[in-house]
């Protein structure tokens, strides 16, 4: 009995070692598909050892041909084929009725095509368990944006082994330029803030193995205001809007911005910040497996070696606007109304 133990657990951890020291040196897409080797082994041999050593016969035998049978079919399709269904989730978007008859309206569109006005920046932080033998978690990112609008987001949260964890957080932004409220003796003004973005590209997760082995991806776009009045008068603390998308899906379209709608303090100066945020994490607890998280929104080079990069998913990124690369984030236009009462 020793023999097939020593078996089992000597081919345990060699498929562990392969599968976890492959995303040290490899993108993370070749280390999912070099690792369904491992653990496809794991499979059988485990299989091979319980049967013939525990002489399974009539229907335990054909139990543990069916899981094995499920375990040849379930990690190889884990890995390859995207998982869950896309969801996205529009802001709760409410009209505000003006209970005024005598008020005075001024509204304005900013676009972004030219000149070069918006203040911009990327953020990203990550924590992972790293590489240790038996495990690995990691993440990586990539970051940059312009002064017109346009941006490029990639995050990827791998885990693979046993008991590993992966989550990066990154960040693009741009603040507009100030507006001042002018002070024509009305007791307040009501501030209505909207626009639009275009986003191509994708998000997907995907998760196989024995055990569990899980992650998520979302990319959140958030709309908040800032400004010199005295903060107590606003509500800056909470003058924020978001909008989410999450689950495995494609993007390349037009949407509206999360409506924000605020009473602010005339004879100050205040700016519209807009970002995109972008959640990967992973996890892996069990005898082993691969989770990955992805988001791709620009740097089409090292999108293409994500592991959704499979025939048929996703949908290709469309150059639209033409001018602009595919694959991107891009504010298009930032939309206000001052109402006074």
Same mark, same amino acid.
């Given at each position: 009995?020793?023999?097939?133990?020593?078996?089992?657990?000597?081919?345990?951890?060699?498929?562990?070692?392969?599968?976890?020291?492959?995303?040290?040196?490899?993108?993370?897409?070749?280390?999912?598909?070099?690792?369904?080797?491992?653990?496809?082994?794991?499979?059988?041999?485990?299989?091979?050892?319980?049967?013939?050593?525990?002489?399974?016969?009539?229907?335990?035998?054909?139990?543990?041909?069916?899981?094995?049978?499920?375990?040849?079919?379930?990690?190889?399709?884990?890995?390859?084929?995207?998982?869950?269904?896309?969801?996205?989730?529009?802001?709760?978007?409410? *009209?505000?009725?003006?209970?005024?008859?005598?008020?005075?309206?001024?509204?304005?569109?900013?676009?972004?095509?030219?000149?070069?006005?918006?203040?911009?920046?990327?953020?990203?932080?990550?924590?992972?368990?790293?590489?240790?033998?038996?495990?690995?978690?990691?993440? *990586?990112?990539?970051?940059? *944006?312009?002064?017109?609008?346009?941006?490029?987001?990639?995050?990827?949260?791998?885990?693979?082994?046993?008991?590993?964890?992966?989550?990066?957080?990154?960040?693009?932004?741009?603040?507009?330029?100030?507006?001042?409220?002018?002070?024509?003796?009305?007791?307040?003004?009501? %501030?209505?803030?909207?626009?639009?973005?275009?986003?191509?590209?994708? %998000?997907?997760?995907?998760?196989?193995?024995?055990?569990?082995?899980?992650?998520?991806?979302? +990319?959140?776009?958030?709309?908040?205001?800032?400004?010199?009045?005295?903060?107590?008068?606003?509500?800056?603390?909470?003058?924020?809007?978001?909008?989410?998308?999450?689950?495995?899906?494609?993007?390349?379209?037009?949407?509206?911005?999360?409506?924000?709608?605020?009473?602010?303090?005339?004879?100050?100066?205040?700016?519209?910040?807009?970002?995109?945020?972008?959640?990967?994490?992973?996890?892996?607890?069990?005898?082993?497996?691969?989770?990955?998280?992805?988001?791709?929104?620009?740097?089409?080079?090292?999108?293409?070696?994500?592991?959704?990069?499979?025939?048929?998913?996703?949908? *290709?990124?469309?150059?639209?606007?033409?001018?602009?690369?595919?694959?991107?984030? +891009?504010?298009?236009?930032?939309?206000?109304?001052?109402?006074?009462?």
């Amino acid at each position: 009995m020793l023999k097939p133990l020593l078996l089992l657990c000597g081919g345990y951890v060699a498929s562990l070692l392969v599968m976890t020291t492959a995303p040290v040196f490899l993108d993370g897409a070749t280390a999912s598909l070099v690792s369904i080797g491992p653990l496809l082994f794991d499979v059988v041999l485990a299989a091979y050892l319980v049967v013939h050593y525990l002489g399974l016969r009539g229907l335990f035998r054909l139990a543990a041909y069916f899981f094995t049978f499920l375990g040849l079919v379930s990690i190889p399709s884990g890995i390859l084929s995207p998982v869950g269904p896309g969801q996205s989730y529009p802001s709760n978007v409410t *009209s505000y009725v003006n209970p005024f008859t005598n008020n005075s309206t001024i509204s304005w569109i900013n676009n972004f095509d030219t000149p070069c006005v918006l203040v911009h920046g990327q953020t990203s932080t990550s924590q992972s368990t790293g590489y240790y033998g038996l495990g690995y978690g990691g993440t *990586s990112t990539r970051l940059g *944006s312009n002064c017109h609008g346009l941006a490029q987001l990639t995050a990827q949260a791998y885990s693979s082994g046993l008991g590993s964890k992966a989550t990066v957080q990154s960040s693009v932004w741009f603040i507009d330029q100030p507006f001042y409220v002018p002070d024509h003796g009305q007791k307040t003004t009501r %501030l209505e803030i909207g626009g639009s973005v275009f986003i191509s590209g994708w %998000l997907a997760r995907q998760n196989a193995g024995i055990g569990t082995y899980n992650g998520g991806t979302t +990319l959140e776009i958030m709309l908040k205001l800032m400004g010199n009045a005295p903060c107590d008068s606003y509500g800056c603390y909470n003058s924020y809007a978001t909008r989410y998308f999450t689950g495995t899906q494609s993007m390349s379209s037009e949407y509206d911005l999360p409506h924000l709608g605020i009473y602010v303090t005339p004879s100050y100066t205040y700016n519209v910040i807009v970002s995109f945020n972008v959640t990967s994490n992973t996890i892996g607890i069990g005898a082993g497996g691969i989770a990955t998280s992805d988001a791709c929104f620009g740097y089409s080079n090292y999108c293409a070696a994500t592991p959704t990069n499979v025939p048929g998913f996703p949908a *290709s990124c469309m150059p639209n606007p033409s001018r602009f690369q595919s694959c991107e984030l +891009l504010l298009t236009a930032v939309a206000y109304t001052l109402t006074d009462f």
